[in-house]
């Protein structure tokens, strides 16, 4: 009996489970993909940021069912309102549900500046999945349902998580339909830069000669003209009568022209290296073509490098259409993105009175270090044979 005890320790410190299969087999049966995942969740911080994406994400495409109110809807008796307190607890001491009290709106009479003051003594609680203005989720089906907000109208009395702008628009719903552009241009600009970066870099690296000089030679120019200067002179290009869809596109397109050369050098120094590898010549001898053997065999060995290049890519360009936005060339109103709400902190007297309209500028910053930690670990699990 205590021979078999000793062998139970001696098994359960080797490592092996009840199924017999120890941790390191594991490791040598597994897949290429779960080694990248077991070696990406060891990365806390990218888990954390990943999870954080998601749901920039998710409120990106439901940015109508998120928001409480109509980004576009003007209350004038809430102008410059700050965010509203949510309390849990009554000025009696008692808990409730979370709620806010009724604001009411007083003018100093030196300063004119309007003063917001709770009334402790009507409660108005918040509500989830609550009645408010209609809407069409993605320009299709009509609804009125929110995810939060109070069962009175707003005219009433509003919630306000981020405040309210100059001309009493709700900064928080503002943010939310922001993120559905500012985020998606980063993913649709960087989808374009992938598409032409490869097709270019890849001609350029396996087929060399001529070929390969001509494109390399684009790229230094492309490369040595500044960026932001050129966005500028590309943007300000742009017709000023152009609607939303078609300035966005146009912006996209700018911003993928720019940053498609640095993912082409670096798929054509993959190229040069592997076309002379074992398993391209083997490819050849059995009579694949040239586009499978791109395709199915040189391009699938570093698609995780290209994964963790393109996640480190997507800041980049969110970055450059806010700050396109910002100055003016990029996007436009009535279009809304992080980038036109920080136009808002231009005014002087709505940075003063009104800090929380920089709140927009708080979520490009937690997007761009989002994005930053889960390409540092996809890069780091790229390699998972690595130590």
């Known amino acids: ?67 409480p109110y ?21 000025a009696e001491g008692r808990f409730h549900r979370p709620f806010v009290y009724k604001i009411k709106q007083e003018r100093d009479p030196e300063t004119l500046r309007n003063i917001y003051t709770e009334d402790v003594e009507t409660r108005y609680p918040i509500q989830f999945f609550v009645r408010g203005p209609e809407y069409k989720l993605w320009g299709l089906s009509t609804m009125n349902i929110h995810l939060f907000g109070l069962s009175v109208p707003v005219e009433e009395q509003g919630v306000f998580l981020m405040g309210a702008d100059r001309l009493g628009r709700d900064v928080f719903s503002r943010t939310c339909y922001g993120a559905r552009l500012s985020l998606s241009i980063g993913l649709v600009g960087v989808l374009l830069s992938l598409t032409i970066g490869v097709v270019l870099g890849g001609i350029s690296g396996y087929y060399g000669g001529a070929l390969d000089n001509i494109i390399q030679r684009v790229i230094e120019f492309i490369r040595t003209i500044p960026s932001i200067p050129l966005w500028m002179a590309l943007s300000a290009a742009l017709p000023a009568d152009w609607p939303i869809v078609r ?94 709400l920080l136009r808002e902190a231009q005014n002087v007297r709505s940075l003063v009175l009104a800090p929380w309209v920089l709140i927009p500028a708080v979520a490009v910053i937690i997007a761009v270090l989002a994005f930053n930690f889960v390409g540092d670990g996809l890069r780091d699990a790229a390699d998972p044979y690595s130590r």
Not at 82 to 88: G, W
């Open 70 to 90: 109509d980004p576009e809807q003007y209350l004038v008796e809430y102008k410059l309102a700050p965010p509203s307190r949510i309390h849990i607890i009554d």
């Open 247 to 340: 300035v966005y596109f146009a912006i996209t397109v700018i911003l993928s022209l720019v940053g498609w050369t640095f993912m082409a050098r670096v798929v054509r120094g993959r190229f040069l290296a592997m076309r002379e590898e074992d398993f391209v010549l083997a490819a050849r001898l059995v009579g694949s073509g040239e586009m499978r053997i791109i395709l199915r065999h040189m391009l699938p060995s570093f698609l995780s490098y290209i994964i963790a290049s393109l996640t480190l890519a997507i800041p980049n360009m969110i970055l450059a259409e806010t700050g396109l936005s910002y100055i003016g060339l990029g996007l436009r109103a009535p279009a809304i993105s992080w980038g036109v």
């Open 1 to 67: 009996m205590a021979n078999m005890e000793r062998n139970d320790m001696d098994i359960l410190e080797k490592g092996q489970d009840i199924g017999g299969i120890t941790e390191e087999e594991k490791i040598y049966v597994a897949s290429y993909w779960q080694l990248i995942w077991w070696r990406f969740r060891k990365h806390k911080m990218a888990v954390i940021s990943a999870v954080i994406l998601g749901l920039f994400y998710l409120v990106a495409i439901f940015c109508e069912f998120v928001a």
